[in-house]
C-alpha cells in the first residue's frame, strides 16, 4: 500500500517540479542511484517498469528505502494496463505514470487514491484523462508532440490542465526556462539527469550534484517567472 496519500505526492510534484525517471535491472545500483538522488534534493523517483522482473527490484527498494529514507517518495512509470498497476501499487507504489492513456488503469488509481499520469499527444487524450480523474496529464514524448509550444497552446483553451512533459527535457537553464516558461507543472527527465556515462562509472556523486543543480536552477526560473 502507498505510504503517502495522493494529495501529499501531488504537493510533492508540484513544489519540486522534476520527478527523474530511472530503470537499473541490479538492486544495488537502483539503491544508489535512488539515493544518490534524494541527497541531491529530489524526492520524487519514478522507477520505471521497463526490464524481466522490474517489479521484484522495485518491491525491494520500497521496502529499503521505507527504513532508510521514509521521506522518499518511489513511484512507477511505463504502465499500460491494470494487472501490472495493481502489482506495484501492491508493492507500495505511490503514484502511476503511462505513456499512453488507459481507462481501466484511471478507475485503479482512482479507487487506490493514488495519482495516475498518463501519457498524452493530443488536446483530446488530455481532456479525455481529465475526465477520468488524472490531476497531472504527461504529455508523451514531449519534444516530439510538440516541445514548449505544444503546452503553452493546449493551457490557452485548457488553462486548468496541468501538464508534465517526459522526454526532451534537458537539465540545462535553455531547456528549463522554456518548459517552465510554457507552463508545465512538472518535467519527467531520464537520461538527461541520470545519464549513461554517470551509472557506467557508478558516479553516485556525479548524480547527486546534477540533481541538486538541475533543482537550484528549477527553483530560481520559478522565483522569476512569479515576479
Known sequence: MARYTRMQVLTAIYDISVVPVFYHPDLETAK????????GGCKLVEFVNRGDHAWEVFNELEKHFAKADPSLILGVGSIVEPYTAALYINCGANFVVGPSLNAEVARLCNRRMIPYSPG????????DAQE???????VFPGKEVGGP?????VLGPMPWTRVMPTGGVESTEESLTAWLGA???AMGMGSNLVTKDMLAKKDWTAIEQNVRDTLTRVKTIKAKLRS
Open 32 to 39: 544508489n542511484v535512488v539515493a544518490a538522488i534524494s541527497r
Open 120 to 127: 498524452c499527444g493530443s488536446a483530446s487524450e488530455i481532456s
Open 132 to 138: 477520468l480523474g488524472c490531476e497531472i496529464v504527461k
Open 183 to 185: 507552463g508545465v507543472a
Open 149 to 153: 509550444g505544444f503546452v503553452k497552446n
